[in-house]
Nanobody, 122 residues
Framework: VQLQASGGGLVQAGGSLRLSCAAS????????MAWFRQAPGKEREFVAA????????WYGDPAKGRFTIARDNAKSTMYLHMNRLKPEDTAVYYC????????????????WGQGTQVTVSS
């Protein structure tokens, strides 16, 4: 599975962005998918994930209450809707896919997109 992330950009604090992650294969609908992010000088951290089976979602602390993860199986695409953005949300956002038990476990995702830069100005 190849993943293509897009939708990043520069936004003012309080604004919104929608990230997209397009998968190369329609069979991805059975695969768990997630967003991680990495800020300069920091480790990559879990943002949100969605189950391939059942569509259950899970959010990391930075995303709770502000971000929403979703997937459109017909388009083989996953989304991350980000609202009320803060300067500390500035990072490269990566999408990932795999069959994982613990959705927040970065080591279990086999497929990664190239990342898309999100910059939030104060």
């Amino acid at each position: 599975v190849q993943l293509q992330a897009s939708g990043g950009g520069l936004v003012q604090a309080g604004g919104s962005l929608r990230l997209s992650c397009a998968a190369s294969e329609s069979s991805y609908i059975t695969i768990d998918m997630a967003w991680f992010r990495q800020a300069p000088g920091k480790e990559r951290e879990f943002v949100a994930a969605i189950r391939g089976s059942g569509g259950g979602t899970w959010y990391g602390d930075p995303a709770k209450g502000r971000f929403t993860i979703a997937r459109d199986n017909a388009k083989s695409t996953m989304y991350l809707h980000m609202n009320r953005l803060k300067p500390e949300d500035t990072a490269v956002y990566y999408c990932a896919a795999g069959e994982v038990e613990l959705l927040a476990d970065i080591t279990k995702y086999a497929y990664w997109g190239q990342g898309t830069q999100v910059t939030v100005s104060s």
